[in-house]
C-alpha cells in the first residue's frame, strides 16, 4: 500500500467491524498476514446517529468521519488527504425496508464512493459484491466462476450488479483501480442477530429445510472472506478484475445443521433437539412467487426472501482467486460455526 491510510465504508458494520480488526492485528491463521501493516492509519465511514462501538475503543488509529454514501457532499471528510490510500467499499444493505432502498444504497451509493474516490487519487477500490448478481446455479452440480453470465435475482441482486457496472467502468476509463470481490454466505462474531437466530433454531429443532436439505451453498467464516479483501487490496495484478471469495466447497443445508448440532451438543453442552421444521419445495417456489410480487409494488418481507431461497443452489468456485491472489481458506465450517458459537456464548447472547 503506497499510501498508509485505509479507507473503510461499513464500518462499524460486522464485516467492516472485522476487517478493521484484522488490518490493525493481522489475521493469525494465514502466515501472511499474520502480522499487520505497519504504520497503518484507519478512517471509516459511519452513519449519522450510529455508534461506532467497541471499534472505537480499538485503536487511537481508526478515525470516524460522519456520511452517507447517498449524499456526495458528506463524503468529502473520508477522502481528505486520501491520495494513494486504499478504499475497502463495503457499504450496502441486504434487507431493506423498501426496495428502492437497495438502488440508493447500493447502486448511487457506489456511484458516488467510486467518484468521490477517483477525484480524492485513492490508488484503489476493493468493492464487496454478493453472489447475487449472478443469481441462483440451474443445476445441483452447476458452479459458478467469474465467467459465468450475469442473471440477478430479485431486486437485490439487480442493484448489486449495477454497483459492479459502476466499479468496472470506473476501472475501463482508467479513473481508479477496482477490484470486486463476491463473498457468498459468510458468517461469525457480530454476525447480525438473524444468523444467531439460525443458531437457536438448529439448537430447538426449528430450522427450516426445504425438500431434501441436500442444496448446495458456498460460504465462508468472515476470517476467510477478510483474506480476500486483503489479498484483493494488495496483489497487483488484480487491478480491474473479480474473484469469488468463499471456502473451497459448498455445504449442504443438512451438513451445516449437523454440523451446529454437533458442536452444540458435544463442545459445548447444550441440549439439541434434533429435529427439522420440513417442508415441501413448494413452499420456496409460493415464497418466491410472493416475494417477487410484493417487491414489485415495492415491499421487501426478509423471511419470505429467505424461505424463498432455501431450495436453491448457490455454489462459486474459489480457483481463479487461489491462483490469482494467492487465496487460501484456512477456517473450516467446523472451527468457523465453533468460534461463532462461542462468540455468542462469549456475548452473552442466547442460544
Not at 450510529?50 to 449524499?71: C, H, K, M, N, Y
Not at 428502492?100 to 474516490?117: K, W
Not at 439460525?198 to 460460504?219: C, H, L, N, Q, T
Not at 451438543?265 to 417477487?292: C, Q, T, W, Y
Request: charged share 25%; hydrophobic share 40%; net charge positive.
Amino acid at each position: 500500500m503506497t499510501n498508509k491510510l485505509v479507507l473503510v465504508t461499513g464500518a462499524p458494520g460486522w464485516l467492516g467491524s472485522r476487517l478493521v480488526e484484522v488490518l490493525l492485528k493481522g489475521l493469525p491463521d494465514v502466515p501472511a498476514l499474520a502480522r499487520p501493516e505497519p504504520g497503518i492509519a484507519i478512517r471509516c465511514l459511519t452513519a449519522k446517529g450510529i455508534d461506532p462501538g467497541p471499534l472505537a475503543q480499538l485503536s487511537s488509529r481508526i478515525e470516524f468521519v460522519t456520511g452517507d454514501v447517498r449524499d456526495p457532499g458528506s463524503l468529502e471528510p473520508l477522502f481528505r488527504g486520501a491520495r494513494g490510500a486504499t478504499l475497502f467499499h463495503l457499504a450496502g444493505i441486504i434487507h431493506p425496508r423498501r426496495i428502492h432502498e437497495l438502488y440508493e444504497i447500493n447502486h448511487l451509493g457506489t456511484r458516488n464512493v467510486c467518484d468521490a474516490a477517483s477525484r480524492a487519487g485513492v490508488r484503489r477500490i476493493v468493492a464487496v459484491s454478493s453472489n447475487s448478481p449472478v443469481g441462483c446455479n440451474g443445476r445441483p452440480d452447476h458452479v459458478f466462476d467469474e465467467t459465468s453470465p450475469y442473471n440477478p435475482y430479485m431486486h437485490y441482486g439487480r442493484s448489486k450488479k449495477l454497483a459492479e457496472d459502476v466499479v468496472n467502468g470506473a476501472f475501463r476509463t482508467g479513473r481508479i483501480e477496482t477490484v470486486i470481490v463476491r463473498p457468498c454466505w459468510f458468517y461469525g462474531p457480530n454476525q447480525p442477530l438473524r444468523q444467531t437466530r439460525f443458531f437457536r433454531m438448529i439448537r430447538e429443532g426449528k430450522a427450516p429445510v426445504v425438500g431434501s436439505g441436500d442444496s448446495r451453498r458456498s460460504m465462508s467464516y468472515v476470517d476467510n472472506t477478510c483474506q480476500g479483501l486483503l489479498l484483493a487490496a494488495r496483489e497487483e495484478s488484480a487491478a480491474g478484475r473479480t474473484y469469488w471469495i468463499a471456502d473451497r466447497r459448498p455445504y449442504t443445508m443438512n451438513e451445516i445443521i449437523a454440523t451446529v448440532e454437533r458442536l452444540l451438543e458435544r463442545e459445548f453442552g447444550i441440549a439439541v433437539a434434533h429435529r427439522r421444521m420440513r417442508l415441501p419445495n413448494i413452499a420456496s417456489e409460493v415464497a418466491l412467487a410472493a416475494d417477487k410480487l410484493l417487491q414489485g409494488i415495492g415491499v421487501y418481507v426478509p423471511e419470505i426472501h429467505v424461505l424463498s431461497e432455501l431450495n436453491k443452489n448457490i455454489s462459486a468456485s474459489t480457483a481463479l482467486a487461489e491462483k490469482e491472489l494467492g487465496y487460501d481458506p484456512k477456517v473450516s465450517l467446523e472451527e468457523g460455526m465453533r468460534r461463532s458459537i462461542r462468540w455468542c456464548l462469549d456475548s452473552g447472547l442466547a442460544l
